[in-house]
């Protein structure tokens, strides 16, 4: 079955850029979706369609699409921002949801 | 608002079956579609299936397939997920998300989320 890959964890300072991946062999024909979860809460959206960023997300949320790898990055790394971040996407049939298995980012 | 209101927490035995409900306010229920995801304890994200409230196409997870029944019931615009034959391994977190459509067609990423039904299956 298909996989998005991304690293477990994370860790950054204050302020420094925070970038994380997630590689999957379809990713240059589906889109590519970002979560953000805080322990305890559901998953919130922070990214859709590669790099748009739905309204009351934070500028320093960003993200871009390169070949099989996607990356959302964290600019000016806040400490309300340490969370876990699950990159999501179709598979190549385009009707099946994948998931990758998320990243724990650490704000130092 | 915009929200999915999920029901309340459920323990049951192995074998038994459960059914979530999810209640849509605040936009119109047959404009979009309902995704069920799930979360195992210290686990990740778990995408179970989706529905498309505006005609039923249903799509599941391969394995969950057989065990799984996604249901819309428009008149209340709420979802519903039953999970049959439970196991120990199904004890998780049961989230509703909702999926934009365009033209009929389910965009797949999921833009609301209800706050959780957890479910336990123990003996």
């Known amino acids: 079955s298909y996989e998005l890959t991304q690293p477990p964890s994370v860790s950054v300072s204050p302020g420094q850029t925070a970038r994380i991946t997630c590689s999957g062999d379809?990713?240059?024909?589906?889109?590519a979706y970002w979560y953000q979860q805080k322990p305890g809460q559901a998953p919130v959206l922070v990214i859709y369609?590669?790099?748009e960023r739905p309204s009351g997300i934070p500028e320093r949320f960003s993200g871009s699409s390169s070949g099989t790898t996607v990356t959302l990055t964290i600019s000016g790394v806040q400490a309300e921002d340490e969370a876990d971040y699950y990159c999501?996407?179709?598979?190549?049939?385009?009707?099946?949801?994948?998931f990758g298995g998320g990243t724990k980012l650490t704000v130092l | 608002q915009v929200q999915l209101v999920q029901s309340g927490a459920e323990v049951k035995k192995p074998g038994a079956s459960v059914k979530v409900s999810c209640k849509a306010s605040?936009?119109?229920?047959?404009?979009?579609?309902i995704s069920w995801v799930r979360q195992a304890p210290g686990q990740g994200l778990e995408w179970m299936g989706w529905?498309?409230?505006?005609?039923?196409?249903?799509n599941y997870a391969q394995k969950l397939q057989g065990r799984v029944t996604m249901t819309t019931d428009t008149s209340t615009s709420t979802a519903y997920m039953e999970l049959r034959s439970l196991r120990s391994d199904d004890t998780a977190v049961y989230y509703c998300?909702?999926?934009?459509?365009?033209?009929?067609?389910?965009?797949?990423?999921?833009?609301?989320w209800g706050k959780g039904t957890t479910v336990t299956v123990s003996s």
């Open positions: 529905i498309s409230a505006y005609n039923g196409n249903t």
């Open positions: 999501q996407s179709a598979d190549s049939s385009g009707t099946h949801v994948v």
């Open positions: 369609k590669d790099s």
């Open positions: 379809a990713l240059p024909k589906q889109y």
């Open positions: 998300a909702r999926l934009p459509m365009v033209q009929g067609v389910i965009i797949f990423y999921m833009d609301v």
């Open positions: 605040g936009y119109t229920f047959t404009s979009y579609g």
